[in-house]
C-alpha cells in the first residue's frame, strides 16, 4: 500500500508560482509511475503532469512550458513546480502513483493511476 501526502497549495495571483509537494511512503526511484492531477467541482479529474519509472514526463497541453514535474528519489518525494499560473489553473491538485507506466494513457484519459493523495487546493486570482 502506497501512501502519498500533498502539500504546498494555496492562493496566488495570476502569474505567481508555486511548487507542490509530495511524499510517498514508498520507493519512487524507479518502482512507480507517478503524476500530478487536478479537479475543479462539476469537472472530471484532468492528469497534468506525469514521470515514468525512466524519468520520462509527460505533460498536459494546458501546462507544457509553464509546470515541471521532478522527483526526489532519495527522498521519496514528488514535485511540481508551476509558474505564470492562470485562473484556469485552480484546481485541487492530487498526487498519484501506480506500478505501471501510463503517461501517455493519463492524459489521454484512457487509464489512471491506483494510488492517490487526498489533494491539495491551488487557486489562482486574477
Known amino acids: 500500500q502506497v501512501q502519498l501526502v500533498e502539500s504546498g497549495g494555496g492562493s496566488v495571483q495570476a502569474g505567481g508560482s508555486l511548487r507542490l509537494s509530495c511524499t510517498v511512503s514508498?520507493?519512487?526511484?524507479?518502482?512507480?509511475?507517478m503524476g500530478w492531477s487536478r479537479q475543479v467541482p462539476g469537472k472530471e479529474r484532468e492528469g497534468v503532469a506525469i514521470?515514468?519509472?525512466?524519468?520520462?514526463?509527460y505533460y498536459a497541453d494546458s501546462v507544457k512550458g509553464r509546470f515541471t514535474i521532478s522527483k526526489d528519489g532519495a527522498k521519496n518525494i514528488l514535485y511540481l513546480e508551476m509558474n505564470n499560473l492562470k485562473p484556469e489553473d485552480s484546481a485541487m491538485y492530487y498526487c498519484?502513483?501506480?506500478?505501471?507506466?501510463?503517461?501517455?494513457?493519463?492524459?489521454?484519459?484512457?487509464?489512471?493511476?491506483?494510488?492517490w493523495g487526498q489533494g491539495t487546493q491551488v487557486t489562482v486570482s486574477s
Open positions: 498519484a502513483a501506480d506500478r505501471a507506466d501510463m503517461g501517455a494513457l493519463v492524459l489521454a484519459g484512457l487509464a489512471d493511476f491506483g494510488y
Open positions: 514521470i515514468e519509472k525512466d524519468g520520462s514526463t
Open positions: 514508498a520507493d519512487t526511484s524507479n518502482t512507480y509511475c
